[in-house]
């Protein structure tokens, strides 16, 4: 192969969650990780959003003991971030329920749990908004490793860095940051078409 046909192959092919559920059945560790990197955020995201600051931590070991324990029995792997959030906000009412170390927060502060514990299914609007912003993730998980890294230090990071220490990490001309920005835009905004945004 010459040196422009290795650059353009990805150094770390993103697998999509059929490949890395099969991997992770089969013993594969690191496959584990990475599906646990890859929903991290969106685990976490839940608790957040519902207020449950403290408990955050605790609900995501519990979500990812459930996952071990229940992975094997996943009939479709495109279904497991819902799996993950419904399991997550289940998490969140159980601990509600039983009173552990409930966090008082004022309105606006978060989503509110329902006062009704017999409704256990995830709010249509917190489920359209979680999926949203894995979509999102996942498709910044897609861009380049620079790509990746610049967008993530634009706009991603507060308070927002200036070009020239962006273009001092990434080893680029501070001004070529705007050029290479609006590619990796433009890369970025063509996968959320795809995706239906």
Known sequence: MTGT??????EN???????????????DEKAW?????KYKNLIYSIPI??????????????????LLAELP?????????????????????????????????SPGQGEELPSDSTDRTLPEE???????EQ???????ELSPRCHRMVRMLFFEFPPRPYHEIARELGLAT??????????????????????F
């Open 49 to 66: 959003k519902l207020g449950l600051y403290q408990d955050a931590a605790d609900i995501f070991q519990a979500v990812c003991l459930d």
């Open 13 to 27: 092919p993103v697998l999509n969650d059929e490949q890395l559920v099969r991997r992770c059945l089969a013993g």
């Open 126 to 132: 917190l489920l359209v908004q979680l999926q949203r």
């Open 175 to 196: 001004g070529s940051i705007g050029f290479i920005r609006g590619r990796c835009l433009s890369r970025l905004k063509k996968q959320l078409q795809k995706m239906g």
């Open 5 to 10: 046909a290795t650059k353009m192959q990805p």
């Open 73 to 105: 029995k996943l009939r479709e792997p495109r279904a497991l971030p819902k799996w993950l959030m419904q399991t997550c906000y289940h998490k969140c009412l159980h601990l509600r329920k039983v009173g552990q170390r409930q966090v008082q927060f």
């Open 33 to 37: 990780s990475e599906l646990i990197d």
């Open 135 to 141: 979509a999102l993730r996942d498709v910044l998980g």
